[in-house]
């Protein structure tokens, strides 16, 4: 690989200097190799991610939403507060039906995880309402794909919701601004407090995206287990498509992935791009191993769908024409590939939305 090309640098030279680095990094390491098939177990091993099983599990509570049926579910991954999780089906459906693993987002909003995407039984709250409107077309799009046959778990990952850490929303720096919710304070903390959690799992052995993939593989396996339930795939938004790319990756039984707004090539993105994202986007020994969409194709030739948002400002649009190119090359013309680019922000819109549920329909059933 050959320096990343400076473009625009910050005027404190910043970028100047990671481009000079990158280079040094090309030469002295081989930092984004070609990829081939080895990449899945290599990438697996260098992230650390974790052998973990959905222990114990119960159902909390039920109710009946108009067509659908939920479950709220709890289990033990062995470590922290218990999983919560959503599971939803159609009311008088009769199963096996598809699955779905639905991915809640980043978003930097850990206070919730699984409230951004799926509706339990009470209303949401007004930060989900606000979450929802920027980047999911205002709805639950779990909720949405169940009502569309398909039995669908939204569950907590490590860091979010029923799993955040015990952060007191009250220690919140002052702001000058309108009184923040209590939800608000928490995220406020909860963001620096990403830097501490990325420390540890590296000093444990592991990584922050070989945490939450392990919990994500397990949850994965836990639908699977359930008799109602067929073949089974995963869609996620940024944060949550990150997710989706790493069990599209790490699980062989995971048959259809949809990933949106959340591939670009790493190294059309060193001109300020590199610090909007989290510390899951990077983990540790990936670039020597090869580049992110390279681990994003590595499914290859099972079902893929990756939108890319054109307009997105967290991804620069070179970055995401040459991730395009790295995965068509992968899958070659097998067809198993699908490239949405929509003249859209960062999102998972409703429009896209109603593509990967249609997709996801065609791969899994």
Known sequence: MSAAPAGSVPADGTGLVFS??????????????AAGPELRA???????????RAEDVRVERTWIDGDLA??????????????????????DAVGPLP??????????????????????????SPEVVRARAAIYGGRAFANELARRGFVVLAHDVFAWGSRRFPLDPEAAP??????LSEADRYDRLAGPHEHIVAKHCAVLGTSFAGVVAGEDLAAAAYLRSRPDVGPV?????????????????????????????????????????????TWMFYPPGLPRLGDWPDLVAARAPQP????????????????MRRAHAIISERYGDTGAYEAV??????????????????????HLR
């Open 20 to 33: 000079e680095l990158a280079g040094i990094a090309a030469a002295q390491l081989g930092i984004y190799p």
């Open 42 to 52: 290599a990438a697996r091993d260098a992230l650390g991610v974790l052998e973990l």
């Open 70 to 91: 939920g479950e709220e579910l709890s289990w033990s991954v062995g470590f922290g507060p218990r999983t919560r999780a959503f599971l939803l089906r159609p009311r």
């Open 99 to 124: 699955g779905v693993v639905a991915l809640h987002c980043h978003g930097g909003m850990k206070w919730v995880g699984k409230e951004k995407i799926a509706d339990g039984p009470e209303e949401p």
């Open 174 to 179: 002052a702001t000058a601004e309108a009184p």
């Open 233 to 277: 795939g995963c869609a996620g938004l940024s944060g949550g498509g990150l997710r989706a790319a790493l069990l599209g990756a790490f699980d062989p039984q995971m048959s259809a992935v949809v990933v949106a707004a959340m591939v670009s090539s790493y190294r059309d993105m060193l001109d300020g791009h590199v610090a909007k994202h």
């Open 304 to 319: 893929l769908m990756v939108q890319y948002a054109m307009r997105d400002r967290l991804f620069p649009e070179p970055g």
């Open 341 to 362: 680019f929509a003249d859209v922000p960062h999102s998972f819109d409703v429009p896209r939305q109603e593509q990967a549920f249609d997709w996801l329909a065609r």
